[in-house]
């Protein structure tokens, strides 16, 4: 059987249960704006802060927001922070897909206030717009057991957004977006680095972000990407051809900037920074402080489903279950695309439940259940020990939320519910999950299994065979394309029998061409392929952009074929010379 390295099986036995129709995978897509935006001004009009206005200030925080170096944060919910400007930056690339989402003109990445504020010189900032952007704490917990090892100062007051600084908040067609930059210098959690992102992790950020939206996974989004002419920073990594598991040289890159998108910044760890000051009884306000965080996470991120009318401990509990249901989602869409978040700890785990934090994150080519593409993440974090993970995460969402329920055992009983009913809901997302990437009508265990099996015995490419699987073939041999070894007369005849098996289910449901069409739009024809993200980056370190614009250009449709001379590029196997190869095949954190 094929099991994740620890917990439960995703292709367990359960009862057939109904899956949800392919739409819950498409794509979306926003309304035009009708007044396109094409002026900074007009832009800064747009500015709308909630997060400054509803939640408390760090009161030992400087005024104008010169706090750069490394100190221990007591309370409040935010501290006031000014970026450090990239000399001479660069425009790299800016999304086209969220700009028009937005409603502003493609110019506008290249006008002089707006390069100047989204690569880190805040004092371009224009009326209606704050002249300094934000950081915030939050805690560390590991598959459920709380850390602060990572606090310099060993109290975990020190450990929050030590690069990651909002400048901007505001509202774009009704929708309220928060704007960050990744890189933008060092905060009072920096921990003593120097707070600076290179250009290497900054690309790859901006591109698996917008290969994430399009492939209708949930996640943060990127605007815009700087680098500097003159700034470099020197990080460990990968010598040319090294086979090293660990960084083996120190090299210089450019410094950049990328702005990453969100409804908010709001993280599992953040709340429970404040359950920890609650139940340590830190100071006076910490419950307070908790119940404002939580009230401003359901603002920001639920109130559509949220009625606010509804008592709080109420609008808590209900909280609780929308974020279950949003997380076992997003880590059934992750599984499906393939997607291994390499460090799924409480402080990456976004609480609006959409995918953030793109650092040592990686997609499955050779299909392996254990695939973790990070030095340090180990076994607990591979690709499907994904939802154990989030189980660990929502463990802690749980217990940050409990504090401000004490006292209503009738809300903590239904709250502990919630929570004891994670596992069954992750299930059931993984079990409709792997029914529509086969075209199932309702899901089927043995199949499932024995398909899974089959996959890791012929070693193949995750993405290349789902997406021949999804022309519903009758012959392995149309599948051997995506096999990296030969097939056996053994596996052969299991491979025939199983494909009669599944041809047979098929053939239940309907119009297999139709089945066939909906495949396709559950298993993508373009994947994340390092290798090939590789060259992107190091050309331009070199000042040459347009592999960086291809591969964006690529990654806005990766359901639909690509073209032949494109193909010929982005649908194929993994070269034999990148496997095991330091900074392709696995890589460290450093960025």
């Known amino acids: 059987m094929v099991?994740?390295?620890?917990?439960?099986?995703?292709?367990?036995?359960?009862p057939e249960r109904p899956v949800p129709t392919a739409a819950s995978t498409t794509v979306p897509t926003a309304a035009p704006t009708t007044v396109l935006t094409t002026t900074f001004a007009d832009f800064a009009q747009r500015a709308d802060y909630s997060l400054l206005d509803s939640l408390r200030q760090d009161p030992q925080a400087t005024a104008d927001g010169q706090d750069h170096r490394p100190r221990q944060v007591f309370s409040g919910h935010y501290v006031p922070v000014t970026p450090t400007p990239l000399?001479?930056?660069?425009?790299?690339?800016?999304?086209?897909?969220?700009?028009?989402?937005?409603?502003?003109?493609?110019?506008?990445?290249?006008?002089?206030?707006?390069?100047?504020?989204?690569?880190?010189?805040?004092?371009?900032?224009?009326?209606?717009?704050?002249?300094?952007?934000?950081?915030?704490?939050?805690?560390?917990?590991?598959?459920?057991?709380?850390?602060?090892?990572q606090c310099p100062f060993g109290t975990?007051?020190?450990?929050?957004?030590?690069?990651?600084?909002?400048?901007?908040?505001?509202?774009?067609?009704?929708?309220?977006?928060?704007?960050?930059?990744?890189?933008?210098?060092?905060?009072?959690?920096?921990?003593?680095?120097?707070?600076?992102?290179?250009?290497?992790?900054?690309?790859?950020?901006?591109?698996?972000?917008?290969?994430?939206?399009?492939?209708?996974?949930?996640?943060?989004?990127?605007?815009?990407?700087?680098?500097?002419?003159?700034?470099?920073?020197?990080?460990?990594?990968?010598?040319?051809?090294?086979?090293?598991?660990?960084?083996?040289?120190?090299?210089?890159?450019?410094?950049?900037?990328?702005?990453?998108?969100?409804p908010s910044f709001l993280r599992v760890g953040q709340l429970e920074l404040f359950a920890r000051r609650v139940r340590s009884g830190a100071h006076p306000e910490a419950r307070n402080e908790l119940r404002m965080i939580v009230a401003h996470l359901i603002e920001r991120n639920y109130r559509q489903e949220i009625d606010?009318?509804?008592?709080?401990?109420?609008?808590?509990?209900?909280?609780?279950?929308?974020?279950?249901?949003?997380?076992?989602?997003?880590?059934?869409?992750?599984?499906?695309?393939?997607?291994?978040?390499?460090?799924?700890n409480s402080d990456n785990c976004a609480a609006g439940g959409y995918t953030l934090d793109y650092g040592p994150f990686g997609f499955c080519e050779l299909f392996d259940p254990r695939f973790q593409p990070w030095t340090g993440g180990g076994q607990h974090f591979s690709f499907f020990n994904q939802p154990v993970a989030a189980e660990a995460n929502f463990q802690m969402f749980w217990a940050?939320?409990?504090?401000?329920?004490?006292?209503?055992?009738?809300?903590?009983?239904r709250l502990d519910a919630i929570r004891d009913g994670f596992a069954e809901a992750m299930g059931q997302a993984l079990d409709?999950?792997?029914?529509?990437?086969?075209?199932?009508?309702?899901?089927?265990?043995?199949?499932?299994?024995?398909?899974?099996?089959?996959?890791?015995?012929?070693?193949?490419?995750?993405?290349?065979?789902?997406?021949?699987?999804?022309?519903?073939?009758?012959?392995?041999?149309?599948?051997?394309?995506?096999?990296?070894?030969?097939?056996?007369?053994?596996?052969?005849?299991?491979?025939?029998?199983w494909l009669q098996r599944w041809r047979a289910r098929l053939a239940e449901a309907g119009d297999i061409r139709e089945t066939a069409a909906t495949m396709q739009r559950v298993n993508p024809a373009v994947t994340w392929r390092e290798w090939l993200i590789a060259p992107a980056y190091e050309q331009a370190a070199q000042g040459d952009y347009g592999l960086v614009r291809e591969l964006q250009e690529v990654f806005r449709h990766p359901y639909d074929a690509l073209p032949a001379e494109l193909a010929a590029t982005y649908d194929r196997l993994k070269p034999r010379e990148f496997f095991n190869a330091g900074g392709v095949s696995h890589y460290s954190c450093s960025s």
């Open 3 to 14: 099991t994740p390295a620890s917990g439960p099986c995703p292709g367990r036995a359960t």
């Open 87 to 149: 000399p001479e930056p660069e425009l790299v690339a800016h999304s086209r897909t969220l700009f028009h989402e937005l409603g502003l003109g493609d110019g506008l990445a290249h006008d002089d206030h707006f390069r100047r504020v989204f690569s880190g010189d805040i004092t371009a900032a224009q009326e209606s717009m704050r002249p300094y952007g934000w950081a915030t704490g939050y805690a560390l917990s590991i598959y459920g057991s709380e850390y602060i090892q």
């Open 156 to 262: 975990g007051n020190g450990y929050g957004d030590g690069r990651a600084i909002s400048v901007f908040e505001g509202v774009f067609d009704g929708r309220r977006w928060e704007m960050q930059l990744k890189g933008g210098g060092p905060t009072p959690y920096c921990r003593g680095a120097d707070g600076r992102a290179v250009l290497r992790s900054s690309v790859r950020e901006f591109l698996a972000q917008e290969l994430m939206h399009a492939l209708g996974v949930p996640t943060s989004r990127s605007l815009t990407l700087y680098v500097s002419g003159s700034e470099t920073v020197r990080r460990p990594w990968y010598s040319p051809n090294s086979r090293s598991f660990d960084p083996d040289v120190l090299v210089d890159n450019p410094a950049a900037i990328t702005t990453r998108v969100a």
């Open 308 to 344: 606010p009318a509804l008592d709080f401990v109420d609008q808590v509990v209900e909280l609780a279950e929308l974020f279950r249901g949003r997380l076992t989602s997003l880590v059934a869409n992750w599984m499906r695309v393939g997607y291994c978040q390499g460090n799924f």
């Open 400 to 413: 940050s939320l409990r504090p401000l329920l004490e006292g209503n055992t009738e809300a903590l009983a």
């Open 432 to 497: 409709a999950m792997w029914a529509s990437k086969l075209g199932l009508i309702t899901y089927d265990a043995e199949l499932v299994q024995d398909l899974l099996q089959l996959m890791v015995a012929s070693k193949v490419d995750y993405t290349i065979f789902f997406r021949r699987l999804s022309e519903i073939p009758e012959h392995v041999s149309a599948l051997q394309e995506s096999f990296y070894l030969p097939c056996s007369e053994e596996l052969e005849e299991q491979w025939a029998s």
